[in-house]
């Protein structure tokens, strides 16, 4: 499987201090073990490149198509347009076309407000994708940043770092992935075990009351632009949080460096070891402009998309719950609203979790700068960390919409309003008006 190419080529660090960058020692003696023990180490190590861990995330959203590749563009438009008709046109309309033809005669409070909580989910999906396609160019010019920062990781810890966040960085989409295609899943079973149809879309084409042919066809046309959507909802959700585990990974890297920065040096060091300090605290300022400007970069694209999640996740919350405790009124139907509420949560919980670490550990930075080895430096040094250290108290913090940061606090605000919701709708007896009890 390719790698996406999701950039243009690195740049590079200033000449002046990339010729002066220390290289690491090798020991004489390393070869001839690598040579005689092990002929594989004779090839170099494949080097790793954050870009590594966006791979399963660009390949989604090629899949869906908003990324387009650099051959054969007029088939993909092809694709690209079938795919967003059928599922970013034609799925909230279908719901939204479903939820008004309903009659009196045929209505059941249960499965409309799971049809209604859904359709409140699809037309967000298909507003988020829709803003993806103009937001994704963004995402794709911060490669030449990802070059810079993956040519400082030169440790083992470093390395270890970057490795991790390739493997989480996948991961994160197959979870994603699981997590919603559960809730598709189990919505399907739940329905079709009780004879009827999973989100009652409005089709003109097929009657699924003339047979049992008619009626597995129109499950079928219901499921697949569902699933597709749900792994709309995958990219447009797990994109937020696999960038900002990047920031995090690199930050994570710059503590790292810093920990160790002139770790042997002693009271009696002579100039050109002193500049040589002076020139790797430089590089250490560079590596972390190059993660605000990565952060710069980042930061509006999830502020656009997770403000629009944000305004439909606490009226979801509150309408699942309604449904589950008042108008459910089977096991299987609980059991979807079940999974429908943990794709809900999943959607805005990771994002805050890993938005609330990069704070956290961004606020680490200006400790491990004044914790590093700098009282037997010379001047400038001192000069340099006093303003690396103002530099770095910058905060590093996404927001929804630019209105409300985005944090477990906020999360926690979410689920309290919306289980005022579910006790305040709770107290008007629906139940008992519906004669449901």
């Given at each position: 499987?390719?790698?996406?190419?999701?950039?243009?080529?690195?740049?590079?660090?200033?000449?002046?201090?990339?010729?002066?960058?220390?290289?690491?020692?090798?020991?004489?003696?390393?070869?001839?073990?690598?040579?005689?023990?092990?002929?594989?180490?004779?090839?170099?190590?494949?080097?790793?490149?954050?870009?590594?861990?966006?791979?399963?995330?660009?390949?989604?959203?090629?899949?869906?198509?908003?990324?387009?590749?650099?051959?054969?563009?007029?088939?993909?438009?092809?694709?690209?347009?079938?795919?967003?008709?059928?599922?970013?046109?034609?799925?909230?309309?279908?719901?939204?076309?479903?939820?008004?033809?309903?009659?009196?005669?045929?209505?059941?409070?249960?499965?409309?407000?799971?049809?209604?909580?859904?359709?409140?989910?699809?037309?967000?999906?298909?507003?988020?994708?829709?803003?993806?396609?103009?937001?994704?160019?963004?995402?794709?010019?911060?490669?030449?940043?990802?070059?810079?920062?993956?040519?400082?990781?030169?440790?083992?810890?470093?390395?270890?770092?970057?490795?991790?966040?390739?493997?989480?960085?996948?991961?994160?989409?197959?979870?994603?992935?699981?997590?919603?295609?559960?809730?598709?899943?189990?919505?399907?079973?739940?329905?079709?075990?009780?004879?009827?149809?999973?989100?009652?879309?409005?089709?003109?084409?097929?009657?699924?009351?003339?047979?049992?042919?008619?009626?597995?066809?129109?499950?079928?046309?219901?499921?697949?632009?569902?699933?597709?959507?749900?792994?709309?909802?995958?990219?447009?959700?797990?994109?937020?949080?696999?960038?900002?585990?990047?920031?995090?990974?690199?930050?994570?890297?710059?503590?790292?460096?810093?920990?160790?920065?002139?770790?042997?040096?002693?009271?009696?060091?002579?100039?050109?070891?002193?500049?040589?300090?002076?020139?790797?605290?430089?590089?250490?300022?560079?590596?972390?402009?190059?993660?605000?400007?990565?952060?710069?970069?980042?930061?509006p694209v999830i502020s656009i998309t997770i403000f629009v999640q944000f305004t439909i996740t606490a009226s979801?919350?509150?309408?699942?719950?309604?449904?589950?405790?008042?108008?459910?009124?089977?096991?299987?139907?609980?059991?979807?609203?079940?999974f429908y509420v943990l794709a809900v949560v999943v959607e805005v919980f990771p994002l805050c979790y890993y938005?609330?670490?990069?704070?956290?550990?961004?606020?680490?930075?200006?400790?491990?700068?004044?914790?590093?080895?700098?009282?037997?430096?010379?001047?400038?040094?001192?000069?340099?960390?006093?303003?690396?250290?103002?530099?770095?108290?910058?905060?590093?913090?996404?927001?929804?919409?630019?209105?409300?940061?985005?944090?477990?606090?906020?999360?926690?605000?979410?689920?309290?309003?919306?289980?005022?919701?579910?006790?305040?709708?709770?107290?008007?007896?629906?139940?008992?008006?519906?004669?449901?009890?």
């Open positions: 499987m390719e790698h996406p190419d999701i950039g243009e080529q690195p740049a590079l660090l200033p000449q002046q201090i990339q010729e002066e960058q220390p290289q690491p020692e090798t020991k004489s003696n390393e070869i001839p073990k690598l040579n005689h023990e092990n002929k594989w180490d004779l090839k170099a190590e494949p080097p790793l490149e954050t870009r590594q861990g966006l791979r399963y995330l660009y390949n989604g959203f090629r899949f869906l198509g908003i990324y387009f590749p650099k051959r054969r563009k007029g088939l993909y438009l092809l694709w690209s347009i079938i795919v967003n008709l059928y599922v970013t046109i034609f799925l909230p309309t279908g719901f939204i076309m479903g939820i008004i033809s309903v009659t009196d005669e045929n209505v059941e409070i249960g499965n409309l407000l799971t049809s209604f909580q859904v359709a409140i989910n699809v037309v967000g999906c298909s507003i988020k994708i829709i803003l993806m396609y103009f937001l994704l160019p963004q995402l794709l010019k911060c490669e030449p940043i990802f070059e810079r920062l993956d040519g400082r990781c030169t440790s083992r810890e470093e390395k270890d770092l970057i490795r991790q966040f390739v493997h989480d960085g996948n991961r994160l989409v197959v979870l994603f992935t699981v997590a919603y295609w559960s809730y598709s899943s189990s919505t399907c079973i739940s329905a079709v075990l009780f004879g009827r149809l999973p989100y009652n879309i409005y089709n003109p084409f097929i009657d699924a009351n003339a047979s049992r042919g008619y009626f597995i066809l129109a499950v079928f046309m219901e499921m697949v632009p569902m699933d597709i959507a749900c792994f709309q909802q995958v990219v447009d959700d797990s994109y937020a949080v696999i960038y900002t585990q990047i920031l995090r990974t690199h930050l994570q890297a710059l503590l790292i460096r810093l920990q160790h920065l002139n770790d042997d040096d002693a009271a009696d060091l002579d100039d050109e070891a002193q500049e040589r300090n002076v020139e790797k605290l430089k590089l250490c300022i560079i590596d972390h402009k190059s993660i605000i400007e990565l952060y710069n970069r980042v930061a979801l919350l509150g309408s699942t719950l309604i449904n589950i405790l008042i108008f459910a009124t089977n096991t299987a139907s609980i059991v979807a609203s079940c938005a609330q670490c990069l704070m956290d550990e961004n606020n680490r930075l200006t400790e491990a700068i004044f914790h590093s080895n700098w009282i037997y430096q010379n001047k400038r040094y001192r000069q340099m960390l006093i303003f690396f250290m103002q530099r770095s108290q910058k905060v590093i913090e996404f927001t929804a919409g630019k209105l409300f940061p985005i944090t477990l606090s906020s999360f926690l605000s979410i689920a309290k309003f919306s289980f005022s919701l579910y006790t305040l709708i709770k107290e008007m007896d629906l139940k008992e008006r519906y004669g449901l009890n």
